[in-house]
């Protein structure tokens, strides 16, 4: 290496240290810009990857704020008084464990104590959504467990309705990321809510994860929005941003959804590929149809 190249290589490496010392101002700056006017016809919120690499809370709870988001999901309990502090919500809280869920019975016992607490921390809280997870097939066919995801949630809703608390069971794609998973058909998991028949036992319509497994995404959200209790959105392929840079246009998907009368929260859950605060702006943007 020359005396030349290394001079270059070290002022590349002072340029990135300047760049890391000044994160902390940047992101103080975009939380403190002027807030985004939106028409608010969906309500929006976000889970923490998509700001990734931002790990002061309050910032982020500032930024959800300019931006108009109304809430975050999974946010640990333990933040979320600093959530109500901003005037935000914690859209969807944790319950449960996604490979151990309630289509085994001998799952039951587990999966309905987390979920229990979840729905009295929730209700507590005024919160107004808890997840919960099917669990892998471990070779049970769908109708089996079916019959078992059923069997288990009955168990629980009527906690749901006194605490005016939604149960959303996620639906996930078995085809890229979550192999075996049980609850990977939308018809699937809108014969679960109707076999339950409670209006708090409802789904987490992941669009990212549904337009892998079955694409028609408007249409289906159409006809099964009396079930969906929470949206996600994210990108395909990859899971990244909600651009051009992708098979889905979300503009026309949130038209249909505001179209249906859907009242419940729209959750940003992808992995950002560049500045994550720009990033969710633009996704925010083109969500508020």
């Not at 070290?10 to 006017?37: N, S, Y």
């Not at 016809?41 to 108009?68: M, P, S, Y």
């Not at 990244?240 to 098979?247: A, F, K, L, P, V």
């Amino acid at each position: 290496m020359t005396s030349l190249s290394r001079r270059h290589v070290l002022k590349l490496m002072g340029a990135t240290t300047a760049a890391l010392a000044t994160a902390p101002a940047v992101t103080l700056r975009a939380a403190e810009a002027a807030p985004l006017q939106l028409k608010g016809r969906i309500k929006q919120g976000l889970c923490l990857g998509a700001l990734k690499g931002l790990k002061d809370f309050e910032a982020i709870c500032k930024i959800c704020v300019r931006l108009g988001l109304k809430g975050i999901d999974f946010v640990d309990p333990k933040q979320w008084e600093t959530l109500k502090k901003h005037g935000l919500i914690c859209t969807l809280a944790r319950s449960g464990t996604l490979p151990r869920g309630f289509n085994h019975k001998e799952n039951h016992a587990e999966s309905l104590t987390s979920l229990r607490q979840a729905i009295e921390a929730a209700a507590a809280a005024g919160f107004p959504n808890v997840i919960c997870f099917s669990g892998n097939r471990a070779g049970l066919s769908d109708e089996e467990g079916l019959v078992n995801c059923v069997a288990g949630l009955k168990q629980v809703a009527a906690l749901a309705e006194t605490k005016k608390v939604n149960v959303c069971m996620e639906l996930l794609n078995s085809k890229r990321n979550h192999k075996d998973y049980q609850c990977d058909h939308t018809a699937w998991g809108v014969e679960m809510c109707k076999r339950v028949g409670s209006e708090r036992i409802k789904l987490l319509y992941d669009i990212y994860h549904m337009q892998i497994m079955e694409g028609d995404v408007i249409a289906t959200i159409k006809e099964s929005i009396q079930y969906i209790a929470h949206i996600h959105t994210a990108g395909v392929p990859g899971r990244h941003e909600i651009d051009g840079t992708q098979e889905l246009f979300y503009p026309a998907i949130m038209r249909a959804v505001v179209e249906t009368g859907y009242t419940g929260y729209v959750s940003h859950e992808y992995t950002p590929t560049r500045d994550a605060v720009t990033s969710l702006e633009q996704a925010v943007k083109l969500c508020d149809v």
